[in-house]
């Protein structure tokens, strides 16, 4: 099984809703990341968690919130946001660097629509 | 952190070789290039990575010279569903995780 599942797919919010984006996967990978993604535009890292915990944060506003609370699940919880955080959030596992040049496997996205 | 540079569009007839360069003139030695594809609005999807050598596997071949300033994805008979982004990467080398810096890349149309 080599699937990453994002749940949901299309997501629509307002500025003042609370909301979570979730991932899993069951291949036993280690590391795990967030990305976003505007229109016409690469994606861009936003986090990284290795082993369960924060490695990396791409200096991301605080209004977004990833927590990882087992090694098959990734969340992303999303609060106060703008408009211009409407995006396509992608999800990606792989195994950790010291186990060697592994690629990551991405799944499908969350459309995200802030209004 | 390596950059990567792509041509923004190119176009190849259906049944042809599709040839991708890519430069990054600025990867260190322990860093890998990855390619990785994406089909409109889905995720992107791995193709091949190499370090040093020539690497094939079934979905393309991967090109690197010798001094690994650039490199080539080769997709040898190209069909109408290999339109899509496709995505040069140099991997920044981390004991935390595979850390993933996308260029802005090729957009590849197939053309029938």
């Known amino acids: 099984d080599t699937e990453v599942t994002q749940t949901p797919k299309h997501l629509v919010m307002g500025m003042t809703n609370k909301k979570s984006l979730k991932c899993e996967q069951h291949?036993?990978?280690?590391?795990m990341y967030w990305y976003k993604q505007k229109a016409k535009k690469p994606p861009e890292l936003m986090f990284v968690y290795s082993y369960e915990k924060l490695s990396i944060n791409e200096s991301v506003p605080s209004r977004f919130s990833p927590e990882c609370p087992n090694s098959s699940l990734l969340n992303l919880h999303l609060h106060a946001l703008q408009p211009e955080d409407s995006a396509l959030y992608l999800c990606?596992?792989?195994?950790?660097?010291?186990?060697?040049?592994?690629?990551?496997?991405f799944g499908p996205g969350t459309r995200l629509t802030v209004t | 952190d390596a950059k990567t540079t792509q041509p923004p569009s190119m176009d190849c007839a259906e049944g042809r070789a599709a040839n991708l360069p890519c430069n990054h003139s600025t990867i260190s030695g322990n860093e890998y290039v990855y390619w990785y594809r994406q089909i409109h609005s889905q995720g992107p999807q791995y193709i091949i990575h190499?370090?040093?050598n020539n690497e094939t596997n079934e979905m393309a071949s991967l090109i690197i010279t010798e001094d690994r300033k650039s490199s080539t994805l080769i997709l040898p008979h190209a069909t109408l569903r290999d339109t899509a982004v496709y995505y040069c990467i140099v991997r920044v080398a981390s004991n935390t995780g595979n850390q993933f810096y996308f260029g802005t890349g090729t957009s590849l149309t197939v053309i029938p």
């Open positions: 990606a596992s792989s195994q950790p660097w010291t186990s060697g040049p592994y690629e990551q496997y």
């Open positions: 190499g370090l040093k």
């Open positions: 291949m036993g990978h280690r590391a």
